[in-house]
Structures are given as structure tokens and as C-alpha cells.
């Protein structure tokens, strides 16, 4: 098995977990109680660069990385540094992100917040909206196509935009195919 594949099944016994805690219905109604979220393709597309800064304790290749106690301090940090948008790991096992760390930030901050998760269901986007986030990240190695591109519409409709992530020319096919808008390059592989 993959590190990622491991990863994966993780993430859906996680989800499995939530989804028998918090009803779909019950998370949908907390998010309608969120603000729109910001237009990100606007944003991106501003002049200059773009810096998508990142809120991330740990990673299964490096371990832990920062000792991040107060993920809401960085975060203010890295946009009175000029970040454009804070990305927020919430993968729990490997990753050691939570949703709250979402929440934390996204009440923060003024700038759009990006969850960064292995997203598989659309549980998950519902969360993703729940707790603030403008954006969230698709990993296209991780997704089936037709899986991938019901995740694209179905964030759309939510009103959040998808960074859809790539490792090489053949994802970037598939993600363009699957009518992604933001695709982000990954260099290194888990």
C-alpha cells in the first residue's frame, strides 16, 4: 500500500467517524450561517504574486515540523506579511491539522483561508464551508476522475473555489478535463 492510499484510508474512517457525529443536514445548516466565501480566481489572478502561506505542523516524510500552539497567531503573522491566502492543513493523523485550526484561523484573519485535507466526499466540502474556508484543495492522484470532477462541481455550488492539485502533465490533463479553474503544481511526492 501507498503512502498515500494508507492516507486515504484513514481519511475515510475519520470522515466515517464525523459523519455518525455531525448529520450532513446538521453541518449544511451551519454552513449557510457562514459568510460567502471571497472570490478566489479574483484574488489570485491580482497583480504581482500571489503567496498562499501555510499553517502545518507535520507531514509524514519530515515528521514534526513547527510546534504550532496557536495557529490563529501565525496566521495573523503571515498576513500582516502579505499573504494573500493562509492554507490550513486539517488532516489529523499525519498532518496533526484539525477543523478547529480552520475555524481559529478563518476568524482571524481577513484574507481567504484554503483547507488543505485529502478530500473525498462531499462531507467533507460541507465541513470545509461549515468552518469558514474559502477554498479547498483536490488532489487529483487521490480521486477517481468521475469522483474528482463531481468534487469540482459540487464545490462550485457550495460557493468555494477548488486548488486542484497536480504532480505531472497527466494530472494536469485530468484536471483541466475535470473543468478545474485554480490547479496548484506539486513538486514532491509523499
Known sequence: ????????????????ERMATVPLEALKQQAEQVRPARDMVGILKG???SVIAEVKRSSPSRGVL???????????DYEAG????????TEGRRFGGS??????VRAAVD???????????????WEAKAYGADMVLLIVAALEQAALVS????????GMAALVEVHDAGEVARALDAGAVIIGVNARDL
Do not use: N, W
Open 111 to 125: 484574507i481567504p483561508v484554503l483547507r488543505k485535507d485529502f478530500v473525498v466526499t462531499s462531507y467533507q466540502l
Open 47 to 49: 497583480d504581482g504574486v
Open 99 to 104: 477543523l478547529d485550526d480552520l475555524a481559529a
Open 1 to 16: 500500500m501507498s503512502v498515500l492510499d494508507d492516507i486515504l484510508t484513514g481519511v475515510r474512517e475519520d470522515v466515517a
Open 66 to 76: 513547527a510546534s504550532i500552539g496557536d495557529p490563529a497567531a501565525l496566521a495573523l
Open 151 to 158: 468534487l469540482i462541481e459540487r464545490t462550485a455550488s457550495i
Open 82 to 89: 502579505g499573504a494573500h491566502c493562509i492554507s490550513v492543513l
